[in-house]
């Protein structure tokens, strides 16, 4: 392949030394400006060269995992990002998202009336150099702001807050000192991490970052994707300047002369066609006034609806999908851009307009071949002049996704020389996506005056758009006002506050407890629900306690590998920020692992809440609510423990079918993705074995001290979540933390054997088989109970049986081992016969007690064995 800076080499003498990838990374073009001649244009930064939006996001976010790397969690925690305007706006906001939980800012060259300057540089070869700073928290540069970011606010120390400078280059290095020094003087820390997608600097510019951190007292560290550097020719600028002379003078007078008309695509070009993102109330555009993990998360469940709305608008036919920002506007149209990708059989490109004047040279030796020229739209500062879009006329798109903010969605846009008009002729379709421009509340105020007062504190404002066309206003879902926010421990629950959101209420003064026995005759005579009252604890004997810890021991890198496959699975088929809900309570330990291991392997945080769900009641439909006015509907993976013959996974289906049909939201997808899938009901598993996972062994004291869910009409009303009780006498006893850290520690140990399941797994026909069920049906009558909701198979429903219900007996598959310790000694303890038997698709098989009144077992609680 020809390499896009070669025209420029050959005429110039200009070369590019570095690392292997360097020329796949760059190429060369000529600036008409005239403080540099050269441009170094980057094929991954989505600016001048159209990219996928995945590459785009994906250099960005592996530099911020490289910076999460070199400081440490805690450092991570306590870590803000700025970036640069223009061309670094976009890239600086995905290092941040790499970072995980850093909240980011960018600089901007717009200024915003009534928001106060908090800092400002020069970038003195820029083609526009002045920068400015406009957070809306000024905190966010004194580093005071990350004490609301990490776990311990009282570790957090503004000198220990970093601060990570993003740029798409490092080349003299000027402008980022130049905004360390200024910075450090106002707000001083102990460190920085300056980060770019090329290290260019000269042999002479190497050492002075060095000299420069012992200058302020401070370590600068330094993180760039490849290294490099340029060499020039003396007399570069001039030559360059003469040059791009003679190029536009030939070029206007080919096309007075008629041989540069425009290529077009097929057909009459369309008008323009608006979209309504619906964009989520209080997300700001990007970070011009900071953008924080709560913006990132929000955004993040808004994304696949936005995006689904703009797959609505485009003809069935385009092949080939450009996604275009707008100049500082760079992060908001990339994720849509990703999204895009995720939803469209279609090649989709992403690239942004600019300010920046570069010359066009169609050579495929030249790195930008063609330029749309159009007017600024947005109402610059600096007065009206002449915007770009590169690479995009003749390029081939069938559709351009065009996506401003709402301030520069101005008649100048719409205008017959404006953007849209000009990229018309080379496309067969343009659609408009507006995001509201984010003014900071105390901005509006102070330009409106008092009598904007009850202003909310974020606010994402869109400027009057000009007729016939009006500009959407930000829509969503609003949030049932009866329901309240997610439970968290440690008031409920011994999880910690950020492993998992109760969707429940606390039942924990009510008593509900009734004896086993009790429990049983009442469900099985059709008297009560099994959801209507709770067991009795079982207090596990020091042998039994014994056993559990024995099987964690030997089960946990088991479980690990487990965990880390169907976590690859559902973040491979289900997005990077799946928003897990654990159906409790044996889906929520699951749940938990699942989000470490997701944080472990990825750096992602994924929002984890726990429902319940409740056999012939159906899903908790206020729970579904709530979930609906917080997140993407689509977004929600349901988590389980493991499957036994799959009566949950077919309430569950049923129950999101009548949900939608009766509540109108759509989007939930029912399927199930859980730890072990030994009958066969589910497509997204850790394994299809059926192994002892400890967390079946024990009730509550493995489950954050949190019952079974309650569901009985005295205690819970139409606008209230299901119940439970969080016991919080038996933290004495509590294993819940022991369990998750014993599994959780062996993660890096079965990584490759995970990368190799999870491949695996991706490539395999995963279609449920129902094998349990039939085998459930099958044992129902030959052992003539003839009710499939009385046979329990798989280790962790045996479990449960011995624990909860009155068991008749057990079925153990011949030969089985270690895995059934627990169970024999549960089965001895309850005096329950253990009956080995062959051609079992489980380990074992649990029997409930047929027909079940208190004469039919002993006084003393044991069951009679029948005769």
């Known amino acids: 392949m020809v390499w896009s800076g070669s025209w420029v080499a050959e005429r110039l003498g200009v070369e590019l030394v570095g690392d292997a990838e360097l020329r796949e990374l760059l190429g060369l073009a000529l600036r008409r400006n005239p403080k540099r001649a050269h441009l170094l244009v980057s094929h991954v930064l989505g600016k001048h060269v159209p990219q996928y939006p995945s590459v785009v996001y994906g250099a960005g976010f592996q530099l911020g995992r490289r910076v999460r790397e070199l400081l440490g969690e805690a450092g991570a925690r306590h870590a803000v990002v700025l970036g640069y305007a223009e061309t670094a706006t976009g890239l600086g906001h995905a290092v941040a998202d790499g970072l995980g939980t850093a909240p980011y800012l960018h600089s901007t060259r717009r200024p915003v009336a009534g928001v106060a300057r908090a800092g400002g540089f020069e970038e003195s070869h820029s083609h526009a150099t002045s920068h400015l700073l406009l957070p809306e928290d000024p905190d966010l540069l004194t580093g005071d702001a990350t004490a609301s970011y990490p776990a311990d606010p009282a570790a957090a120390d503004s000198a220990d807050a970093v601060l990570v400078l993003v740029d798409d280059e ?16 106002r707000y001083p820390r102990n460190r920085y991490v300056i980060v770019a997608l090329a290290d260019m ?19 600068v560290d330094l993180v760039a994707r490849n290294a490099g550097t340029v060499r020039l020719p003396d007399g570069v600028l001039e030559k360059g300047q003469a040059l791009v002379a003679a190029e536009e003078a030939a070029q206007d007078l080919a096309q007075s002369a008629g041989a540069a008309a425009p290529q077009t695509a097929s057909g009459a070009p369309r008008p323009c ?8 109330a209080g997300v700001p555009d990007g970070g011009r006034h900071g953008f924080t993990p709560e913006h990132r998360a929000t955004l993040e469940a808004a994304l696949p609806a936005m995006a689904d709305r703009v797959a609505a608008e485009l003809d069935d036919t385009a092949r080939r999908v450009l996604v275009l920002g707008f100049e500082e506007l760079m992060y908001a149209p990339l994720r849509l851009g990703t999204a895009l990708e995720d939803r469209l059989d279609a090649e989709v490109r992403y690239s942004t307009t600019t300010r920046s004047p570069v010359l066009a040279v169609d050579d495929p030796g030249y790195a930008i071949r063609t330029r749309l020229v159009f ?12 915007r770009y879009a590169y690479n995009v006329a003749g390029a081939g798109f069938d559709a351009v996704v065009a996506v401003v903010d709402s301030t520069a969605d101005t008649p100048e846009l719409h205008a017959p020389d404006g953007l849209l008009a000009r990229l018309a002729p080379h496309t067969a379709q343009v659609l408009l996506a507006v995001v509201p421009s984010y003014i900071p509340a105390d901005a509006i105020q102070a330009v409106a005056g008092p009598s904007t007062a009850s202003v909310p504190s974020t606010a994402s404002v869109p400027s009057p758009v000009p007729s016939p066309v009006p500009s959407p206003s930000p829509d969503r879902q609003e949030e049932p006002r009866m329901l309240p926010e997610p439970l968290r421990g440690p008031a409920f629950s011994s999880y910690a506050p950020d492993e998992v959101g109760w969707l ?20 099985q005579s059709g008297g009560a629900h099994y959801a209507e009252s709770l067991p009795v604890e079982y207090q596990p004997s020091d042998q039994y306690q014994d056993l559990f810890k024995a099987a964690l021991d030997l089960s946990a890198a088991r479980i690990a590998r487990a965990v880390g496959a169907v976590t690859e699975t559902v973040l491979a088929e289900r997005g990077p920020r799946p928003v897990l809900v654990s159906l409790a309570r044996a889906g929520t330990p699951v749940g938990v692992l699942m989000r470490r291991w997701a944080r472990h392997c990825h750096g992602v945080d994924l929002s984890h809440y726990a429902v319940s769900i409740v056999r012939g009641r159906g899903i908790d439909a206020n729970a579904l609510r709530w979930l609906a006015a917080h997140h993407n509907p ?10 036994g013959k799959g009566a949950i996974t077919r309430e569950l289906a049923a129950a999101i079918a009548e949900f939608e049909e009766t509540d109108g939201t759509e989007g939930f997808n029912p399927e199930i993705a859980v730890l072990a899938d030994p009958g066969g009901c589910v497509r997204t598993y850790g394994t299809r074995e059926d192994f002892l996972i400890p967390s079946a062994c024990l009730n509550s004291t493995v489950s954050g001290l949190i019952s079974r869910t309650v569901l009985r009409s005295d205690l819970v009303g139409p606008d209230d979540f299901h119940g439970a009780k969080f016991y919080r006498e038996l933290a004495g006893s509590d294993v819940s933390g022991h369990f ?11 990584a490759d054997a995970v990368d190799a399941d999870a491949k695996e797994l991706l490539t395999a026909d995963r279609a449920p088989t129902w094998e349990g069920w039939a085998a459930v049906e099958r044992i129902s009558e030959e052992y003539g109970i003839h009710d499939v909701n009385l046979v329990k198979p798989g280790v962790g429903e045996t479990t449960r049986v011995l624990l909860r219900r009155v068991p008749w007996k057990i079925l153990a598959k011949r030969g089985a081992g270690a895995d059934l310790e627990h169970i024999r000694l549960l089965a001895e303890q309850r005096g329950v016969p253990v009956e080995e038997v062959d051609d079992l698709p489980y380990t074992c098989v649990g029997l409930i007690h047929p027909k079940y009144t208190r004469g039919a077992t002993g006084a003393d609680g044991k069951a009679v064995e029948s005769k």
């Open 170 to 185: 490092f080349s003299t290095g000027n402008t980022v000192l130049n905004t360390i020094r200024a910075l450090h003087e």
């Open 201 to 219: 600097r000269s042999p002479a510019d190497r050492g002075r970052l060095a000299e420069f951190a012992a200058e302020i007292g401070a370590r």
């Open 273 to 280: 066609t608006r979209v309504d993102l619906r964009w989520p």
């Open 375 to 386: 007017p600024a739209h947005d109402d610059p500062a600096d007065g009206p002049g002449a």
């Open 504 to 523: 429940l209420q606390d039942l924990s003064d009510t008593e509900l407890e009734a004896p086993t026995e009790e429990r049983e005759e009442a469900i």
């Open 634 to 643: 689509a977004d929600v993976v349901f988590v389980d423990g493991w499957t």
């Open 740 to 750: 998750l850290d014993t599994v959780a520690d062996r993660f890096g140990e079965v």
